[in-house]
C-alpha cells in the first residue's frame, strides 16, 4: 500500500488533548518544550494537564457547539485516556485529524470487543466468555475449570470492576452487586509475571517499542516497574515486541499504544489488555531513554520522525499514591531530592487522597536491582519509614 506523505506540524502548531489528567501534563510539558500550543478538552483548569495548557476547555465532551470550536482552534487532536465516549472521538474525526483513530479507542473501551478482536488477528489471551446472566456465570465458571475474573465490559481500571470467583462464591451477590446487562469472565491465570511494552508508530508506518517493563502491583494498582525486566528472556522480549507491532498495524495507529502480557509458567505470552495512549508503566522513559513516551507521541501526532528509544541505564518507576504522602515533610523532601539518580514527577493535584496517583519518582542505576531497591528507598524516606 503507498501511504500518502503525511502531514508535518511544526513547532508553532496546536495540539489537542482530550482529558487533562496526568499523562496530558506529562504530554504537554514535551509539546511546550518543543514550542508546540496546548488545549485541553474536557476537564478543569486546576487540572494536571490544565495548568500548563494555553486554554481549557472544561465542557462536557458530548456539547457539539464547544466541540466544532474547539476542532477549529487545533491543528491536531490526540487523548490521554480511553474512556472517552467514543462519539466524541467520531464527531470531532469528521472536522479535524485525531490520533490514534477512533477504531482503536473503540477496542480498548470494552473488554468484549477488545478480546474478540484480539482473537481474531491470532494474538494469544486469557480464555473469556460473556456473560448476561447470573445462570451463564455458573456455567461459565465451571466452563473456565471452577474459577474466573468477572469483570464489567467497560470502565474498570486498577482493579475496580472486577471479582475472582471459584465454585463456593456466593454467585447471587456478586452478580447483583455489578448491576450490568453484559460482562466478561475471564480464565484465571496462573503467571510467573507481568509485563508490558510501549510502543509508538508513525503516519509512515514505521514502529518503534521501547524495551519491555516488569511490574509489580499493590492492590491491583500498578507500584513498580523495573526495566530491564529482569526475569524475562530474549525470546520473550522479542515475542512481546512483535506482537505489539502487530496489535499497532492492525489498529492503524498514529501515536503510542501499550500492550500488557502475563508471563504464563510455561514461558507463553498471553496480552491482558492494551491502553491507546502512553501508560503508567512507560514513565520511566522520561529519565531513562533517549526519547520518552510522551515524545513519541508528540512526535507522531505531529508527523515528525521518531525519536530514540534506546534505554541508557537500567531504571526503575515507583509510585505515589495519596498513602505514601501522608506525613511527608520538608525534610523528607529534602532528603529525597539529595538523592542521586532520583527524579520526581509531581502531577500538581492538591488533594492526597489514599489510591490517588500523586505523582511517581524514576531511579536510575547501573542494575535493574539496584534501581528498583533505590526507588523503594526514595518513597520509603517520604513515607518516614527509613
Given at each position: 500500500m503507498v501511504r500518502k506523505r503525511a502531514r508535518i506540524l511544526s513547532p508553532g502548531a496546536t495540539i489537542g488533548m482530550l482529558g487533562g489528567g496526568q499523562l496530558g501534563r506529562m504530554f504537554a510539558l514535551v509539546a511546550r518544550q518543543f514550542g508546540y500550543s496546548v488545549q485541553v478538552f474536557g476537564d478543569l483548569p486546576d487540572s494536571p494537564c490544565g495548568q500548563i495548557s494555553d486554554r481549557v476547555w472544561n465542557n462536557p465532551f458530548t456539547d457539539e457547539t464547544a466541540l466544532n470550536e474547539f476542532a477549529r482552534?487545533?491543528?491536531?487532536?490526540?487523548?490521554?485516556?480511553?474512556?472517552?465516549?467514543?462519539?466524541?472521538?467520531?464527531y470531532l474525526t469528521e472536522r479535524v485529524e485525531v490520533r490514534p483513530g477512533v477504531e482503536l479507542l473503540r477496542a480498548a473501551q470494552h473488554r468484549l470487543l477488545e478480546k474478540n478482536g484480539l482473537r481474531a488477528i491470532g494474538i494469544p489471551t486469557a480464555d473469556f466468555l460473556r456473560i448476561s446472566s447470573v445462570q451463564e456465570l455458573r456455567e461459565g465458571i465451571r466452563q473456565l475449570g471452577g474459577s474466573g475474573i468477572l469483570k464489567t465490559v467497560t470502565m474498570?481500571?486498577?482493579?475496580?470492576?472486577?471479582?475472582?470467583?471459584?465454585q463456593s462464591s456466593d454467585v447471587d451477590?456478586?452478580?447483583?452487586k455489578f448491576n450490568v446487562k453484559e460482562a466478561i469472565l475471564e480464565q484465571e491465570i496462573h503467571?510467573?509475571?507481568?509485563?508490558?511494552?510501549?510502543?509508538?508508530?508513525?503516519p509512515d508506518g514505521t514502529i518503534h517499542c521501547f524495551q519491555p517493563s516488569l511490574n509489580h502491583h499493590e492492590n491491583h494498582i500498578l507500584d513498580v516497574s523495573v526495566t530491564p525486566a529482569p526475569v524475562i528472556s530474549t525470546n520473550v522480549v522479542l515475542e512481546a515486541k512483535q506482537?505489539?507491532?502487530?496489535?499497532?498495524?492492525?489498529?492503524?495507529?498514529?501515536?503510542?499504544?501499550?500492550?500488557?502480557?502475563?508471563?504464563?509458567?510455561?514461558?507463553?505470552?498471553?496480552?491482558n489488555e492494551i491502553a491507546p495512549r502512553p501508560h503508567n508503566s512507560?514513565?520511566?522513559?522520561?529519565?531513562?531513554?533517549?526519547?520518552?513516551?510522551f515524545e513519541q507521541q508528540l512526535r507522531a501526532v505531529c508527523g515528525l520522525p521518531s525519536g530514540d528509544v534506546t534505554q541508557h541505564r537500567p531504571a526503575a518507576m515507583i509510585n505515589l499514591l495519596g498513602d505514601h504522602?501522608?506525613?511527608?515533610?520538608?525534610?523528607?523532601?529534602?532528603?529525597?531530592?539529595?538523592l542521586k539518580d532520583v527524579h520526581v514527577h509531581m502531577y500538581g493535584k492538591?488533594?492526597?487522597?489514599?489510591?490517588?496517583k500523586m505523582g511517581h519518582m524514576t531511579a536510575i542505576a547501573d542494575t535493574d536491582q539496584t534501581a528498583e531497591a533505590l526507588a523503594r528507598h526514595a518513597r520509603a524516606i517520604l513515607m518516614k519509614t527509613v
Open positions: 482552534s487545533v491543528d491536531v487532536v490526540t487523548y490521554e485516556f480511553e474512556n472517552i465516549p467514543v462519539s466524541t472521538v467520531s474498570g481500571y486498577d482493579g475496580k470492576g472486577q471479582a475472582k470467583l471459584n451477590a456478586v452478580w447483583t503467571f510467573d509475571c507481568e509485563i508490558s511494552v510501549v510502543g509508538s508508530r508513525f506482537i505489539t507491532s502487530a496489535i499497532l498495524e492492525h489498529f492503524d495507529v498514529i501515536g503510542v499504544l501499550c500492550v500488557e502480557f502475563f508471563l504464563s509458567r510455561d514461558g507463553s505470552l498471553l496480552v512507560g514513565h520511566l522513559t522520561i529519565d531513562a531513554c533517549g526519547s520518552s513516551q504522602l501522608q506525613v511527608v515533610d520538608s525534610d523528607c523532601w529534602k532528603r529525597v531530592f539529595g492538591s488533594e492526597a487522597r489514599i489510591g490517588r
